[in-house]
């Protein structure tokens, strides 16, 4: 018994491309199903990419704790802070924003302040889609006025309500300023 191996036959498309005038335009046949695919393809490529950020923050106006209103110094020194932790099973939004804030509380109290008014912040948190060891990536901005108060500082973010975090056991992996 004798088997004889061949190659299938040329296909037509590619005797069409290479007989035309202009080789570098390769054009896939329009159809209905072809198009509706594309946008198929599209819609799910924009949802996955966006499925893996999380953002939250404080609003759009800053703001101060009803504890301190109308108890502070009217000479203000504006500070801002922008930090990115790496965090692995989790991101529990609310202690990142405690550790930012008690970063910039400590810098007020070294130009002798002891609150911290006009608070706002944002954090977003990018998932482990494009990390093959599953972590999160954490963008923290967080920017407040240094002020003098007879009060105590809250020493809380203002609006923790809003932040948006990933469920588990948060371990911070590294913390970068």
Request: charge should be positive.
């Amino acid at each position: 018994m004798t088997t004889t191996l061949s190659s299938p036959p040329p296909s037509p498309l590619l005797a069409r491309a290479s007989s035309s005038s202009s080789a570098s335009h390769h054009h896939m046949p329009l159809s209905v199903s072809n198009v509706a695919n594309l946008f198929v393809k599209m819609r799910r490529h924009r949802s996955k990419a966006k499925a893996h950020h999380i953002e939250s923050s404080s609003g759009d106006e800053p703001q101060t704790h009803p504890a301190l209103q109308g108890a502070v110094s009217a000479e203000k020194i504006p500070l801002e802070l922008h930090e990115t932790f790496v965090c692995r099973d989790g991101v529990d939004t609310a202690k990142l924003l405690r550790a930012v804030r008690g970063a910039l509380y400590q810098k007020a109290l070294t130009y002798g302040a002891n609150v911290l008014v006009d608070e706002q912040w944002t954090c977003t948190i990018c998932g482990p889609r494009h990390r093959s060891d599953g972590s999160f990536k954490v963008y923290v901005h967080y920017s407040a006025s240094a002020a003098r108060s007879d009060r105590r500082d809250p020493q809380r973010p203002v609006s923790l309500d809003k932040a948006r975090g990933v469920p588990g056991l948060m371990t911070i992996l590294s913390r970068l300023d």
